[in-house]
């Protein structure tokens, strides 16, 4: 049962003596996780509310308190005895959690269980478009600086409708965020270039060795060691990928080389991130934090992209697209709708991952992985040998096992 609180209309700094008595002025309880108290304080100020968390019955006691909104001297409080009659039937009133707390939880169900859709929908849109696009323009570094251009438009125009506050950056952040912008500029770039060469499927069940590798930097960068459980784990991780990797019929060392780094980069992002921890206060949210990382992708992408492939939207590398049998129009489409998607889905995911633990969050990725290579083989036909299939299935059991152990936290050591 959870503690109540009393709340007293129309106070302020110095409230009148409660009195359940007045008819004029009725207390309102309200649930205690509402209201600010700590252990330092019997009752505190909250705006016009008074929070319980002990009283004493002693008569001319007094109770501390403090405003959190002003940060005011401390107050002293004398309670009246009908305050305290007040106080104990509040505390012992039932909580009436199927009226206020169900709706609550069943609208935040509804709501992830939505936003999980979309992820996964524009997760299937993107590799579909992206694939399609790569087959007739294959030239990776400028289709991934044409998708985080994409991407840094659609946060410039979220800026400037308000959708979303602006960032506001201090030198402290400057250095891991150029850190965390050329990783995630690697890892996306390297993923193309696989996805390029290889099936789709493939490239997703390599890619379903992420863990391995964030066990690995985690031990060479942060000095943690992995369970039993853990490492465990990733046996059948391994050992599905090699099993996969051998009987894949669309298989190609550069494909497979360059999902392989992405695991490297994007693993290395996400351990870098934690090491490289800003203060709190001036830490950016997952949204911002994000769209730091897209723009300044798209910026060190735009050199690179004419350095390596040079300026590929010339009427002749258009129509060579064309020959391959999707015209000009129809490639322009597909680039956008890639573009749209490849932004869209991982902004829904850094949204997810602030409403749910990481360990939901690597199960949902882990799920999110095999709707991938389902729709994909049967979007494109892809033919998969049963042993392919065996050793995909291992791959992604291994990696659900992995999201599942990380639950399990170590029994502290008894000395």
């Known amino acids: 049962m959870e503690s109540y609180a009393l709340a007293l209309s129309n106070s302020n700094l110095n409230p009148k003596p409660l009195n359940h008595n007045n008819r004029n002025s009725v207390p309102k309880i309200i649930p205690l996780s509402q209201c600010y108290c700590s252990p330092f304080s019997s009752i505190h100020l909250s705006n016009s509310n008074i929070c319980r968390s002990s009283y004493s019955d002693t008569p001319g006691t007094y109770i501390r308190a403090h405003s959190i909104f002003n940060y005011s001297p401390f107050l002293y ?10 106080v104990r039937a509040a505390a012992s009133t039932p909580e009436s959690s199927n009226e206020s707390t169900n709706p609550a939880k069943v609208g935040r169900t509804l709501q992830l269980a939505v936003m999980f859709g979309v992820w996964y929908l524009l997760n299937i849109y993107f590799n579909i478009f992206n694939k399609q696009v790569l087959k007739v323009f294959p030239y990776p570094t400028t289709v991934t600086t044409f998708q985080f251009g994409c991407g840094t438009l659609m946060i410039l125009i979220m800026w400037a409708l308000k959708l979303h506050p602006r960032p506001k950056i201090y030198k402290s952040q400057i250095v891991p965020i150029l850190m965390l912008s050329v990783t995630h500029t690697m890892g996306n770039l390297l993923t193309n270039i696989s996805l390029g060469k290889v099936a789709v499927s493939f490239t997703h069940t390599i890619k379903a060795m992420e863990p391995f590798f964030t066990v690995l930097f985690s031990v060479l960068l942060l000095s943690e060691r992995p369970t039993l459980w853990v490492v465990s784990s990733l046996v059948p991780i391994v050992g599905g990928v090699a099993l996969a990797s051998f009987t894949e019929a669309s298989f190609n060392w550069i494909g497979f080389g360059s999902a392989m780094a992405s695991n490297f980069t994007n693993q290395s992002r996400n351990v870098l991130s934690k090491k490289f921890m800003v203060r709190k206060e001036e830490a950016l949210d997952n949204i911002n934090l994000f769209s730091m990382m897209t723009i300044i992708s798209f910026i060190l992408l735009i050199p690179f992209a004419f350095l390596f492939e040079g300026f590929k939207f010339s009427p002749d590398n258009l129509q060579f697209a064309a020959s391959q049998g999707v015209n000009v129009r129809e490639l322009c489409v597909r680039s956008v709708l890639a573009g749209i998607c490849f932004h869209s889905y991982q902004q829904v995911s850094y949204m997810i991952l602030g409403m749910v633990s990481p360990v939901t969050h690597a199960v949902g990725n882990c799920v999110k992985r095999v709707v991938v290579i389902v729709s994909s083989v049967i979007f494109f036909q892809t033919p998969v040998s049963p042993i392919n299939s065996l050793g995909t299935g291992l791959a992604l059991a291994g990696v659900f ?15």
């Not at 096992?401 to 000395?415: D, E, G, N, W």
Request: avoid cysteine.
């Open 77 to 86: 409080l004398k309670p009246s005895h009908n305050d305290l009659e007040v």
């Open 401 to 415: 096992l992995y999201s599942r152990a990380k639950q399990i936290k170590p029994k502290p050591k008894t000395v």
